[in-house]
């Protein structure tokens, strides 16, 4: 197969273009600052922003025993750069013969198909089997009328923002870091299927939340969290973890209890935002005592969310 035909399936879009590569991951505040350079870029040349999103982490098809998980599914990475104000977001699917393409034909690619002037990298990127950063690109001897430009990190608490740090903090369950680096609060979204109702039977309904994807999910425990349903917000609890006090070997579940709330959300589409983690999953030695702590958790969520 031609590297032409590798790209066949690209429109062709009429250059000159400034572009820039990746899966932007949960788009976050370093994706939103290269995003703006590419628009500033494009801005500056009368020419239009590009931006080529993997569907899939490069790295969960080199090498597919990882485990990957994600912060955003690839629809709503392209529903937030549409946001943004990038003019051309193009899916682009990792294959074999993408990953064996050398650093000038990919850029060559681009250029033919695209009208290629400036291509924009974040920190680290590389291009090509070769793995070319910026600065090995910008000194080749080819395609020398495309510039080259590397975007520096952004720095959170004394931390580089990356999706690999910010899927570290979800898992340990701190969202008020992960929420500082996305520039807003973590949220999974997913239909509301039947679980055992044992909720229900204890005076604290709660929606089973059925992942739709391979989502970072957080750490075990109850969080306070907004969940939107049928467009309207609504305060809510939420557990993640085992039902320790009723399983010995359960499945994990996500299942929230939305506060104030009596209507029928079963097999709604319910996404959650993460605010704060009140404290970790607990086996209680009686019901009495999870009934107990619920009602504590479900005024501690109404405090903490009264302030946001």
Do not use: W
């Not at 991951?25 to 801005?43: C, T």
């Not at 790295?59 to 529903?79: C, G, M, W």
């Amino acid at each position: 197969m031609s590297i032409s035909d590798l790209f066949a399936s690209i429109d062709v879009i009429e250059g000159p273009t400034v572009a820039t590569i990746g899966t932007f991951d949960g788009v976050h505040l370093g994706h939103q600052a290269l995003l703006q350079r590419v628009q500033d870029e494009a801005s500056k040349r009368g020419a239009k922003s590009v931006a080529f999103v993997f569907r899939e982490q490069p790295r969960a098809f080199i090498k597919p025993s990882n485990q990957v998980t994600y912060l955003s599914d690839f629809e709503t990475r392209n529903h937030i750069l549409k946001q943004i104000g990038i003019d051309h977001v193009v899916e682009l699917n990792f294959t074999t013969a993408i990953q064996k393409l050398s650093s000038d034909e990919f850029i060559g690619a681009l250029e033919e198909r695209i009208g290629l002037v400036s291509l924009i990298l974040g920190p680290g990127a590389m291009i090509g089997s070769n793995r070319a950063g910026v600065e090995q690109l910008s000194a080749a001897d080819t395609h020398t009328d495309i510039e080259f430009i590397g975007v520096p990190s952004i720095v959170v608490d004394g931390e580089a923002v990356s999706s690999s740090v910010i899927r570290i903090a979800i898992v340990s369950g701190n969202c008020e870091l992960a929420a500082k680096m996305l520039g807003r609060n973590y949220s999974i979204q997913g239909v509301v299927a039947d679980g055992e109702k044992r909720g229900r039977e204890i005076g604290f309904p709660t929606a089973n939340i059925k992942p739709e994807f391979a989502v970072t999910v957080p750490d075990n425990g109850i969080y306070a969290t907004i969940a939107e349903v049928d467009g309207n917000n609504h305060s809510a609890a939420t557990s993640i973890g085992v039902r320790p006090t009723f399983e010995t070997d359960g499945g994990r579940t996500i299942e929230a209890f939305l506060l104030d709330f009596d209507g029928d959300v079963y097999t709604k589409r319910l996404r959650l935002e993460f605010v704060k983690r009140l404290r970790s999953e607990v086996a209680f030695e009686t019901v009495e005592q999870l009934i107990e702590q619920m009602n504590k958790d479900v005024e501690q969520t109404r405090e903490i969310l009264a302030k946001t």
